[in-house]
């Protein structure tokens, strides 16, 4: 009678804990609909805004019941025992109250991820650990309602708390009638066939996964659909994956290298050239931090300045716009540069101590150059000061070398590192005082959330446009400092490469230059510019010197990304040098190029862009615009490539690291 009676009150009260959690669940991926739903979008869709909910409904029992399992386990345990049970019921309203505080303060916490990273919580959700995490908490602190959302939480998890106790105050007072122990013990069986079909979400042979969130081709349903909670644990499973790596067969490795580069071996070679081989120059390579298209197509040298000093470059060197950054994360976009790889967690992962023969650095030690890298936040960040050096750095030079050569930039340290022009500075300086030829490559950190440019720098106009306004959404407040971050960063390389022209340098320095990625924070959805939003200029400055003696044809709507920037640069630098690449190009090249861009999620070619994810669909590019694209998407001819290109990737790294 007394286990009858607590089980009975045990399984009602924990059927309305797990509908109100629910319910808060369903309330939170309404809100988050509401804001992240481009409503003209929906027109013909409602049954993908139903299955969305449903599905979605789906994932949240599935959590929700998993949160409560141990309340419902431990309650059937002591429900035989009445002053343990007694005792267990106490401590229920104080673990549902830390239960809805967790649904609704990680439920929050998504949502500002996806502003973001225009995603639910992945794999990047774990750069809180791997990068620098007091930057990184200093920047949520400083773009984020942390307090404001800490609070709501809170304030949901105090009423929770209260409710719980007012409601088992009440089931307590519950009188049932008597039952056989048979209809008790059916009743257990089936309750608990229930609660593990809840925590599965399904009562078929495969439980709930995260192919049944992808509901509608429209992305936003996508993304509102699973909770914070499975987004989180699809993250860590990823995050794990990164960490292994599977052996690969040669004979793998060398069918898709003739799939995708239409050739068995990644190695190519760079022409003859007597001018070189004589003059070797230096070479600079600069990564912009948040430098994206997204951001310059704005640009107005009149009411919104984004270039400063660097507008000279852009309009007598060579830019090319119609470029995609490698992926959308600083880390992520270095070591597919660098070292070809698709796994941004290599530089401190089981493989950190393996030599890479794809470096792209490693053309340069042959031919006799000083490697070195200049951070201008801390080299630990990522282990890069010890990794680098294994795959063919001579130095690695960080935010305290920039200090101490340079002691005034420990004034205007911010965040992430110093600011731009002195890691510029001292790139100069390197230039200034080597004996031998330079390949330096550059990591800039100013244009980076909390944007904020020196208090001394005098910014030229910047205005925010509605566009601007618009696809900030919640973070429209930053608009201007973003801004004014982006003229200072780009100036700052645009007074280096000045003084390098006018300096006995101008005439043996090849400097390019190109953002990391995207302007984050700004959304990704708008079909329009959907050839533009992964989008990063790459601007290269070759001395007269060298084009005099290179052949070269320049065509400022060709179409690239990171995998060209070192060939393009070893063809104005290296002579009769070998080199391995993934099928990047010259893209000043006389014989032409395959015009395809490559970022992790997006592929550019000469018809349009496409999403990897959903590459039957190609946005074609606008006839009156480089950059912009027509917003109705049309069949592509072509959707394989992007997604075999990753694969390519991921084979010839595994092949590298795990020798059969």
Request: charged share 20%.
């Amino acid at each position: 009678m007394i286990f009858s009676n607590n089980y009975r009150s045990l399984s009602r009260a924990t059927l309305i804990h797990i509908l109100s959690g629910v319910l808060l669940l369903f309330i939170a991926r309404a809100l988050f609909f509401i804001q992240v739903v481009d409503f003209s979008q929906l027109s013909g869709l409602s049954a993908d805004v139903w299955r969305a909910y449903f599905v979605g409904a789906r994932f949240d029992l599935k959590i929700v019941a998993i949160a409560f399992a141990p309340i419902f386990l431990f309650g059937l345990f002591t429900a035989s025992f009445a002053k343990i049970f007694i005792r267990f019921v106490r401590i229920i309203p104080a673990y549902s109250g830390v239960i809805f505080f967790l649904l609704a303060g990680v439920s929050i916490a998504n949502y500002y991820y996806y502003v973001t990273y225009g995603s639910y919580f992945d794999v990047f959700v774990f750069g809180l650990v791997d990068d620098d995490t007091q930057a990184v908490l200093s920047n949520a602190w400083a773009d984020f309602p942390i307090l404001r959302s800490f609070f709501t939480a809170l304030c949901i998890g105090i009423g929770a708390y209260y409710s719980s106790r007012y409601l088992l105050k009440v089931t307590s007072k519950w009188q049932f009638n008597s039952r056989h122990w048979a209809i008790t013990t059916v009743s257990v069986i089936v309750a608990i066939a229930v609660y593990v079909v809840a925590a599965r979400g399904s009562v078929g042979s495969l439980p709930l996964k995260r192919y049944h969130a992808n509901v509608s081709q429209y992305k936003a349903l996508n993304i509102v659909t699973p909770n914070a909670f499975m987004a989180l644990d699809w993250a860590k499973s990823d995050y794990k994956k990164q960490s292994k790596f599977e052996p690969i067969s040669a004979e793998a490795v060398e069918a898709q290298m003739v799939k995708v580069l239409g050739q068995p071996t990644p190695v190519y070679q760079t022409p003859k050239n007597d001018y070189l081989a004589e003059n070797p120059p230096h070479v600079v390579m600069a990564l912009m931090e948040g430098m994206g298209n997204n951001i310059l197509i704005e640009d107005d040298k009149e009411t919104n300045d984004l270039l400063g000093s660097l507008r000279e470059g852009f309009e007598h060197d060579f830019v090319f716009k119609r470029f995609l950054a490698g992926t959308s994360a600083t880390i992520d976009s270095i070591v597919m540069m660098l070292f070809h790889s698709d796994i941004p967690t290599i530089s401190h992962s089981s493989a950190q101590k393996t030599l890479l023969p794809s470096s792209a650095v490693l053309p340069y030690k042959e031919a006799g150059y000083d490697v070195v890298f200049i951070y201008g936040g801390n080299s630990m960040w990522r282990n890069l000061s010890n990794y680098l050096p294994r795959q063919g750095f001579d130095k690695v030079y960080d935010e305290n070398s920039i200090k101490k050569a340079f002691p005034e930039a420990e004034e205007d340290a911010d965040t992430w590192g110093v600011p731009d022009e002195f890691t510029f500075k001292f790139a100069r300086k390197l230039l200034d005082e080597s004996s031998k030829p330079l390949m330096i490559y550059i990591m800039t950190v100013t244009n980076h959330s909390p944007f904020r440019a020196p208090d001394y720098y005098q910014a030229q106009p910047v205005q925010v446009s509605e566009r601007l306004n618009t696809l900030l959404g919640p973070m429209q407040d930053q608009g201007e400092d973003l801004l004014k971050a982006y003229q200072y960063s780009s100036d700052s390389l645009g007074s280096f490469v000045k003084e390098i022209k006018d300096s006995m340098l101008g005439d043996k320095t090849v400097i390019a230059a190109s953002g990391d990625h995207r302007m984050r924070y700004l959304t990704t959805d708008r079909k329009d510019e959907f050839g533009l939003t992964f989008g990063v200029p790459f601007y290269m400055y070759v001395p007269g010197s060298i084009l005099k003696n290179t052949d070269y044809s320049f065509d400022p709507t060709r179409i690239g990304s990171h995998r060209d920037i070192f060939p393009t640069l070893y063809s104005f630098s290296l002579s009769d040098q070998s080199y391995i690449s993934l099928g990047g190009e010259n893209l000043l090249s006389t014989e032409g190029v395959s015009n395809i861009g490559y970022n992790n999620a997006r592929t550019l070619n000469q018809s349009g862009a496409y999403s990897n994810a959903e590459p039957e669909h190609l946005y074609s590019w606008d006839e009156n615009s480089e950059l912009l694209s027509n917003p109705q998407a049309e069949l592509n001819s072509d959707s394989e490539w992007g997604n075999e290109y990753r694969k390519l990737q991921n084979y010839y790294l595994r092949s590298q690291l795990i020798k059969q």
